[in-house]
């Protein structure tokens, strides 16, 4: 089959789970036969051609968050709808939008849907508007429509009687591995950090942990893995909420090898956001057999289920006192927490080259090639 991707921001990178995602099954597919073409926005590319077998294609769009998806999935849904394709394949609802361009040529289009993308705060009137066309996109213009997260699943089926397929997100499968030379670098040591792993936006709900930590009495360190260049009020507000407390280190974007040396050795990680579809590092946390300490939606409980624990969502008093309690109670060294037992059922679950199988299984559905 001969795939293109639309949607994400740039493959490679870490910058989101979205690009995660459309990274780990674009190339996988690469690897199983297909021809893999993936359209990155111009504004985040490394000016690659290729990259693990799959071709990757550069397209214009400007660094304006009320734009920049607009434009580039436009000019991106325009080329495709002119070359020979067997699969468009669109990530997120706001490049959905543009999903009924590829159609019009006689293209099988499908979708994933990463969340609600309306809901973030960051958006407002006609970009909140624009979002929820493409959540509609996702279910009427779609010859199969596919959620990362499976609380979606009766959300579609409630609004649109629209029948959608889940299939989550993945892991890569790493081993626990020491700190090495990280706690020189960031004055960190083994299982006296509490860790947070996230791209620096709002929903993340960064702002909440670094409030409840500063009123927690504990030689703890709170490591802070993330950043984002292109909101940089919120990523300054954050460092100066922190500067007035020096257990508090904000370390920004980190490699896999640095993460995997960070799950490894710390003693919880917290995933306080307000919004999530299916989070990438909240898999890598517990594969990884950490002590997972989340806000109370329900995207992240489907996930984590009984194997960790919650708090309520923007309660940073909530926050607080979870957080002291398990550090009170060394709660990660009880008979209630088993490191193994959840690094090995989410290591089962949620397998990127199971991801990948369900994928092209979904392409070949649509088109007829049982």
């Keep these: ?71 580039y999935s436009f000019l991106a849904s325009i080329r495709v709808m002119f070359k020979n394709y067997d699969i468009v394949h669109y990530h997120a609802l706001g490049p959905s939008v543009m999903s009924f361009l590829p159609r019009l040529t006689g293209k099988k289009v499908i979708i994933t849907v990463h969340g609600l993308d309306w809901q973030r705060s960051k958006w407002k009137g006609l970009a909140t508007a624009y979002l929820k066309l493409g959540e509609y996109a996702s279910a009427r213009f779609a010859n199969h429509t596919i959620s990362v997260s499976k609380t979606l699943v009766p959300y579609y089926k409630g609004k649109y009687k629209k029948e959608i397929e889940y299939i989550p997100n993945g892991i890569s499968l790493n081993e626990n591995i020491p700190l090495n030379g990280l706690e020189k670098l960031y004055g960190i040591n083994k299982d006296k950090y509490i860790l947070f792993v996230a791209r620096l936006v709002p929903e993340k709900g960064c702002h909440y942990l670094i409030e409840a ?21 919120y990523v300054n507000s954050l460092k100066e909420a922190s500067s007035s407390d020096e257990r508090i280190k904000m370390i920004g974007f980190q490699d896999m090898d640095s993460l995997s040396s960070l799950y490894s050795n710390t003693y919880a990680y917290v995933l306080p956001s307000d919004i999530e579809g299916l989070p990438i590092s909240l898999l890598e946390a517990m594969s990884f057999g950490c002590l997972c300490i989340v806000s109370d939606i329900d995207e992240n409980l489907a996930v984590l289920e009984n194997d960790g624990l919650c708090f309520k969502k923007g309660d940073i008093n909530s926050l607080r006192e979870v957080l002291e309690d398990v550090i009170i109670k060394d709660f990660k060294y009880t008979e209630n927490f088993n490191s193994y037992k959840l690094s090995e059922k989410v290591r089962f679950h949620y397998n990127w080259d199971e991801v990948t199988n369900k994928t092209e299984q979904s392409y070949r559905k649509v088109l007829g090639k049982h």
Excluded at 215 to 232: C, K, Q, R, S
Aim: net charge positive; no cysteine.
């Design 1 to 71: 089959m001969r795939i293109a991707f639309i949607g994400h921001k740039a493959v490679p990178s870490r910058l989101g789970g979205v690009e995660i995602h459309v990274e780990e099954i674009s190339t996988r597919l690469s690897q199983k036969g297909h021809e893999v073409d993936v359209y990155n926005r111009k504004v985040y590319d490394k000016g690659l051609k290729k990259y693990k077998g799959i071709n990757l294609y550069s397209v214009f769009t400007v660094n304006k968050n009320s734009l920049e998806a607009l434009i």
């Design 213 to 233: 930590f500063k009123n927690i009495n504990t030689d703890m360190n709170l490591v802070i893995a993330g950043d984002n260049p292109y909101n940089l009020d």
